[in-house]
């Protein structure tokens, strides 16, 4: 009986086939270890490349996703920005050119109104009644815009004047008092008015918890108040009349007396700050700064008196009501010096409310950038005909925006777009992980048939020849070689693999009455005896790199000096003859209990041939 063997051989294929024989473990102390089949190395290789490239694959649509979410964000958050510095750039330039607007306004119709007062005047200076002046004053009023504290008219009293001009006041004042009471709506009476009028008054005294007027004492020409409007208000309190109704001396108030120097020096009309107890309801103990304006009366180019007017910024502030300008904040800076500090006034708008925050600039250094900045007074006074020591301010209006007003323009779009790049990105990557694992698991099964079939290859042919096939053997891919490496599938064959080796030993190497001894037993047997023998023959081929050719039923082939040359071929060839003499022995002794008592029996014949 011949039996064609489809063992894989240790040497060819680096391993040896692990039998059914029960003496495996034990067919020699010296003889190795078979060594296990090792898949091809470059489909490791090209694993290992394929992860690193979905890795970086991954980390940069990662990176880049979280680039163009960042980028979304903030081109859309400066956009929103964009449109709130265009917005308050446009509402700050309309608060300003308001603004300077009523300033001009009001420094136009202070002019106009000193000519008129000169061409209404019914005597000569200082003694003159402006009849109706109240209600003038009140029609010059509305073209400021705002409620006045207090416009008044002063004349230009000499020293040599002030008695005649003490006698006039007392004459015509219950003509204008009556005007004012009549005009104003005021209850209170003439008598009244009249017990506190003193001539050139410059202070007051408590008495019996009430103001009392006390004449002026300063020498040279006077300012005394001629008349008024409004004849009373709210800063005058409760009962005292007094300083409303009487000749007050315009002299003894610094900031005034400072301004009209100006004013009668270069006879154009001055501006400056005074500061002031706030007599609003809720405000007691606060202070409030207010500008003080000087128009020069003249008459033929002559001095002869002047019109003096209260600006109260914060009521300036308040009727400049503009929709939409809630939150911001205005700075007012004054180009003079008090005592080498740069005067600055600060208030907030919000709405039609407006607030003094103080004296000091009040915004916030974040909104730098987005300041609007007007001039919004500027007398062109000639500087050296100003006294020496004294100074007429540029008044500059600086517009900042707060975080009211940016709120409106903080949407949610920045995130919602950053949201939207980062779920297209979330997508992609769920399609490409997708893709990704059903390319692998095609892979995957395309490997796994792969290997098998290398390693059936790897089983035929020895290392060398199997990697020359691979490599150059097939005509055709690489891919075409893995899977039909015999070129028996349809692939294109090509010439064939023959090489020469002159230095070569072969042996033979059969079972002596197999055939007797095979008739009589059952195929497992059979196959468990030729198995073991083989088996053993392997382990002893590998270990002296002895290349098995080919099983034919009970004959054994074997060659050394090739594919590998081996100069002590013949040496190598009769060792491995005795080590399989040696096993063969061994073997059919150990498995005579279990095959039969004539297995011991069988002997193992080698032929040898250089």
Known sequence: MSKSSNQPSDRSANGSSTGLSPLDSSTGA??????????????NREQRAVTHSKLLVFFTL??????????????????????????FAGLGKEIATVTRHKVDQTFDA?????????????????????????????????LFGFEIPVLAVAPLVREEEKARWATFVLETAPVWYKESIDNEGLNLTIEECMNTTVPFVHMSAMVENKAVAVPTTLPGPALPLLQRYPLVTANDGPGSTWSMATSYDFQAITEVADLFKISSSTLHQSIGFTRLPDTRPGYAGKIVV????????????????????????????????????????????????????????????????AEFLGEFDAHDPKYDDQVVSKVVVDLKVDSSKIPEGLCVPTLTLDLYPTDEVAVPFETSKPALYATVVVAIFAFTSLVFLLYDYYVARRQKKFMERIVKQDQIVSNVFPAAIRDRLYEGGQKGSQDDALLDPLGGGGGTAGSPLADLFPETTIIFADIVGFTAWASAREPAQVFILLETIYGAFDKHAYRRSVFKVETVGDCYVAVAGLPEPNKDHAATVCRFARDCVNSMKDITRKLEVALGPDTSALDLRVGIHR
């Open 30 to 43: 010296d003889s190795p270890e078979p060594v296990a089949y090792l898949p091809p190395d470059v489909a």
């Open 62 to 87: 990662l990176l880049a996703v979280s680039g163009a979410a960042t980028a979304a964000y903030l081109l859309m958050e400066d956009e929103e920005y964009g449109d709130f510095e265009d917005a």
């Open 110 to 142: 202070l002019g106009a109104y000193s000519v008129f007062i000169v061409s209404e005047a019914n005597s000569t200076w200082p003694f003159v009644h402006l009849s109706d002046f109240s209600l003038k004053s009140e029609m010059i009023a509305a």
């Open 290 to 353: 207010d500008s003080q304006i000087v128009q020069p009366i003249t008459d033929d180019g002559e001095l002869v008196g002047m019109l003096w007017l209260r600006l109260p910024w914060l009521e300036f502030f308040q009727n400049l009501y503009i929709d939409g300008i809630s939150g911001t904040i205005v700075v007012i800076r004054s180009s003079c010096e008090i005592e080498h500090v740069v005067q600055v006034l600060s208030y907030t708008i919000e709405g039609s409310h």
